[in-house]
């Protein structure tokens, strides 16, 4: 069965400075991955999605993903944090059988020092 | 164009009442998808909805909960006689048709807050 796993509840950084945020994946074939964050009392918002096109990944506001299969990693990076980068992450993957239906990690809460 | 609608944001419930949880997908979607949140954890699949028709129910609790999309107005999620362990944020997606392509992108709404005293 897929599953993803995110290595860190809990993420600080100071304004300015690179964010990483882990996420390891387990899939028996090659997934769809994707990020998402979701800000306070806010729907979750589409980063950005891996498709087994390329496998560094950009997407909004910045942020963007490279998928290691060799790691079985799809890491979340952006240079320079911002405040309102401060919200809960989310790495997704789909199933394999079913692709609507999505696979979320445990999240990673990004708080960002000013 | 507005966005994943979903009401109410905030619902409290006493346990055994029902729950009735509403969700307008955005114009021109036809999918819509339930997730329920638990405190501390991603979200879990639930349920995946055409208009009148139940695509994929299985992960569904058997008992006390339903949903339907009918063909006019909102999706409804409804959980009858409430437990405590139901308190969680529910939150729906939709997605449009495009093709053949069964995955679209999931855009989401800003969830219901259950709290069951």
């Known amino acids: 069965a897929q599953s993803v796993t995110q290595l860190d509840s809990h993420v600080s950084v100071s304004e300015g400075t690179p964010v990483l945020l882990r996420c390891n994946y387990s899939s028996s074939y090659s997934p769809s991955l994707f990020w998402y964050v979701q800000h306070p009392n806010k729907g979750l918002q589409l980063l950005l999605k891996y498709t087994s096109a390329a496998t560094l990944v950009k997407g909004i506001n910045g942020f963007e993903a490279e998928f290691k299969k060799s790691e079985t990693s799809f890491h979340l990076t952006k240079p320079s944090a911002h405040m309102s980068d401060a919200a809960e992450y989310f790495c997704v993957v789909s199933d394999r059988d079913s692709s609507y239906k999505l696979i979320f990690g445990s999240g990673t809460r990004l708080l960002v020092r000013p | 164009n507005a966005g994943v609608m979903q009401n109410p944001r905030h619902l409290v419930r006493r346990r055994g009442q029902e729950a009735r949880l509403r969700c307008s997908p955005m114009k021109g979607h036809s999918h819509v998808y339930w997730y329920r949140q638990l405190p501390e954890e991603g979200l879990k699949f639930m349920v995946y909805l055409q208009k009148e028709n139940i695509i994929d129910e299985s992960g569904m609790p058997k008992e006390r909960f339903s949903a339907e999309f009918p063909k006019e107005g909102p999706s409804i999620l409804r959980i009858q006689q409430v437990v405590r362990g139901d308190s969680a944020a529910y939150f729906c997606?939709?997605?449009?048709?495009?093709?053949?392509?069964?995955?679209?992108?999931?855009?989401f709404g800003p969830g219901t807050r259950l709290t069951v005293l």
């Open positions: 997606a939709s997605s449009p048709i495009q093709g053949q392509r069964l995955y679209n992108e999931q855009f």
